[in-house]
């Protein structure tokens, strides 16, 4: 069983900064890709941000160049640092793991910004 588990939300103003953390217990394993997806209301899921076993990253357009992915796999914590936040931003944040990035789900950490 894989539990992953997100924190580090909140409420920021426009242009503001926010670290997401999930951190992964279970049956997790070193070959697995990890990512973050967003859900705005009334929106589909997005794919925001992804980390492979070997370290390569890969972003949403839009977010590319504000936002970093990271992990420490000594502590089998995945990170989001959001930058330069945008109103648009706003949604819930899921963290997600497997061999395709989105076999196992978090229940998510809300982001607002406000303008």
């Known amino acids: ?3 992953l588990v997100e924190s580090g939300g909140g409420s920021v103003q426009s242009g ?6 999930c951190v992964a217990s279970g049956d ?3 070959n697995w890709c990890m990512a973050w997806f967003r859900q705005a ?6 794919g925001v941000a992804a980390i492979g076993s070997d370290g390569t990253t890969s972003y949403e357009g839009s977010v590319e160049g504000r936002f970093t ?5 000594a502590k089998n914590t995945l990170y989001l640092q959001m930058n ?13 793991a497997g061999m395709t990035c989105n076999n196992y789900w978090g229940q998510g950490t809300q982001v607002t910004v406000s303008s």
């Open 84 to 96: 330069s936040l945008k109103p648009e931003d706003t949604a819930m944040y899921y963290c997600a």
């Open 41 to 46: 209301p009334g929106k589909e899921r997005e």
């Open 16 to 21: 503001g900064s926010l670290r997401l953390s």
């Open 1 to 3: 069983q894989v539990q």
């Open 69 to 73: 992915i990271s992990q420490d796999n």
């Open 28 to 30: 997790t394993y070193d």
